[in-house]
């Protein structure tokens, strides 16, 4: 999955709506000192679902939205699409007959938020779902940082190793094991609970 477009409008100093093209072959970002560079990393990893504000470098969620200058007012929503060429077909099967998969993220001052994966309004769940395995997402290996190869080499053998799964395509499979395991968890609660019930009622 490779991304093709980048919408931007009220996230960060975005505050008019922007359009980044990436095409084929490599995209370089260059400007001055605070314009905005970083910035454009955080809406694509925001985008992707992250939820830990640290990540995008804040201290609370709002912080993403446009905060106002000294010629523009704050603005009371900040969204985010993401649009991916889909003509590999490396995505989850339900995707598989569309040419473009857009992703959308909208987050308002209210706190409300809406995720939508073609217009369609849907769990921030599927869109983890949508980018498990194919090693794009918030915290996958495209995005490479300052410092992350670095950590890498440096990380414990089982931080390595998650990397390794998500190359390899299990992480999916272990996410959906958990989820199972826990169902299964609650269910066996259900039923002592139950047994209890039965045995006071009889
Ligand atoms: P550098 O080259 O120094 O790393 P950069 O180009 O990567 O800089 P960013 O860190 O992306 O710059 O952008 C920083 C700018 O974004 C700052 O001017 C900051 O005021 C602005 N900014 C961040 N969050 C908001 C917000 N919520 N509202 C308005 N402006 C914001």
């Not at 922007?18 to 001055?32: A, N, R």
């Not at 706190?111 to 073609?118: A, E, K």
């Not at 080499?153 to 299990?170: F, Q």
Request: glycine share 10%.
């Amino acid at each position: 999955m490779k991304i093709k477009r980048l919408d931007i409008f009220g996230f960060k100093s975005f505050v008019d709506k922007v359009s980044i093209e990436f095409e084929t072959g490599i995209t370089g970002i260059v400007g001055p000192n605070g314009c905005g560079k970083s910035n454009i990393l955080d809406a694509i990893r925001w985008v992707m679902g992250e939820q830990n504000v640290r990540h995008l470098r804040g201290r609370m969620m709002e912080d993403v939205i446009f905060g106002g200058s000294e010629t523009r007012k704050p603005t009371g929503l900040a969204e985010v699409s993401v649009i991916f060429d889909n003509s590999d077909g490396n995505c989850p099967a339900a995707y598989k007959d569309f040419a473009e998969i857009m992703v959308t993220r909208k987050l308002y001052r209210s706190g409300d938020s809406d995720y939508l994966i073609n217009k369609t309004p849907c769990r921030l769940l599927d869109i983890n779902e949508l980018f498990m395995d194919t090693g794009v997402g918030a915290r996958a290996y495209s995005i490479i940082e300052q410092g992350k190869v670095g950590a890498l080499v440096s990380a414990k053998p089982e931080e390595r190793r998650s990397l390794i799964e998500e190359v390899a395509g299990v992480t999916k499979y272990k996410s959906r094991k958990k989820s199972a395991l826990r169902k299964m968890d609650a269910t066996r609660q259900n039923l002592i609970r139950l047994g209890d019930i039965i045995s006071e009622v009889r």
